[in-house]
């Protein structure tokens, strides 16, 4: 199958009589004819489902697909973005240890990694992509336990750069995660390119509608937790199920990750989906690849337009030639390069305020990524807190504007935008 089909018709195959489209199990618990049977469960969960907390029919198809489009192992889907993150570093990290980030990540991940974590003795060093490899290598130690970063950073809008900080991972023996929320694996494969976990939002594009916040845990079946003193963890017994170790019960690592995410993380931390939003989630998917398609091109149109508009300052979007990270996009991007736009108002704050109450199908939202063209201030909401200067050293311009190009009409869209900055 190819991307396309696996959005439409991946990981549900109905039975002669089953219901055509994946059914919504909204179940908490399974029944068990035997004892016997439960009992084995228990001690194996991967065979079968016991309680919704833990695994579930419709959430199962649904991380199938997710794990065939990243074409990963598996997949583990969770009730956030962030509770992906989130599950993912305290799958490998204790009190002590530490992580790498870029430092152009998602604010919610910063904060995260930055605030949160040190209070559970999780530290992050934050590194970026002007560095040399020694001052990143730098950074890395025998307590770190994976490098973290995102395939197009928002609002920064920064490609990350696979092939060098695979390199580095891959000569550190270190884990390397990627959030590909806003790129999705019909623009890009992070695993394709040195990536060894994937986490996604699939409250963005993934479910595409605005309806159902949930995350994604997915599996590259790609690394070597073996003679590893970073993961002795993956091949030590886990005595809190009779001494398994995670790399044999997940075939020698191919699925280790995810396995020891769902039998210890869901299992006490609990962050799951509901059957329901998996179940939505899915149907949005169903038309993952011809809504990336349209915002990439909608996008890329628009960031054409705003690129000769004597109002704006400068327009940093990767599918134009003038940017910075064209380049390294054209590597990594098929097909489109997603539909966030960001620009800078001439003018600062005043004549952004007035752009974006100038708008008609932009409306002012704190999301991005669904079918609904939206646009936030970032000086006057998210960053709100910061004083001018701050903003400066957050790399946010009181004229930066964020654009999440739906996939309305093209010419619709441009009209919106251009009248607006007209009537500025
Ligand atoms: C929104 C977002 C998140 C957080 O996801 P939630 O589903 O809101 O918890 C993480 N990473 C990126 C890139 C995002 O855009």
């Not at 999780?122 to 336990?145: L, Q």
């Amino acid at each position: 199958m190819n991307k396309d089909t696996m959005c439409v018709q991946g990981a549900y195959e109905p039975k002669s009589g089953d219901p055509r489209v994946l059914p919504l199990m909204q179940s908490t618990t399974y029944y068990y004819e035997s004892l016997e049977e439960m009992a084995h469960l228990f001690d194996v969960p991967k065979d079968g489902h016991i309680y919704s907390r833990i695994s579930n029919p419709t959430v199962e198809c649904y991380e199938k697909k997710i794990a065939m489009l990243e074409g990963g192992t598996a997949c583990m889907a969770v009730s956030s973005g962030m509770a992906a993150t989130l599950n993912t570093v305290l799958n490998v990290c204790k009190a002590g240890d530490n992580i790498v980030s870029m430092s152009t990540i998602y604010g919610g991940s910063y904060n995260l990694f930055k605030s949160t974590l040190p209070k559970l003795g999780i530290t992050c060093r934050f590194v970026n992509d002007d560095m040399t490899d020694e001052e990143i290598k730098a950074n890395i130690d025998e307590n770190t336990k994976l490098f973290f970063g995102e395939t197009i950073a928002n609002p920064a809008m920064v490609v990350f750069d696979f092939d060098r900080i695979s390199k580095i991972c891959k000569e550190e023996k270190l884990l390397l995660v990627v959030d590909n929320t806003l790129a999705t694996p019909i623009l890009v494969r992070p695993f394709e390119h040195g990536a060894n976990i994937v986490v996604h939002s699939t409250t963005k594009y993934m479910d595409g509608h605005a309806t159902a916040v949930g995350g994604a845990i997915v599996d590259g079946g790609n690394f070597e937790y073996r003679d590893n003193p970073r993961y002795v963890d993956f091949v030590t017994p886990d005595e809190s199920y009779h001494g398994i170790n995670y790399v044999d019960e997940g075939e020698g690592g191919l699925y280790s990750f995810v396995l020891k995410a769902r039998m210890q993380g869901m299992r006490d931390y609990g962050t799951s989906v509901s059957p329901f939003n998996a179940y939505i989630t899915n149907l949005g998917m169903e038309t993952l690849h011809l809504r990336m398609e349209r915002h990439s091109s909608n996008a890329l149109a628009l960031a054409k337009e705003l690129e000769k508009h004597p109002m704006v300052a400068w327009v940093n979007y990767a599918g134009l030639e003038s940017n910075k990270y064209h380049e390294r996009a054209v590597k990594y991007f098929k097909g489109g390069f997603s539909g966030m736009v960001v620009f800078g108002i001439k003018g600062g704050r005043e004549n952004a305020e007035k752009f974006i109450n100038n708008l008609h199908l932009f409306k002012n939202v704190t999301h991005i990524a669904d079918v609904r063209s939206c646009v936030l201030h970032p000086a006057s909401t998210t960053h709100r807190q910061l004083s001018s200067e701050d903003l400066v050293k957050a790399g946010i311009d009181e004229g930066l504007v964020r654009l999440s190009v739906g996939i309305e009409d093209e010419k619709d869209i441009i009209e919106d935008i251009i009248g607006a900055l007209n009537n500025i």
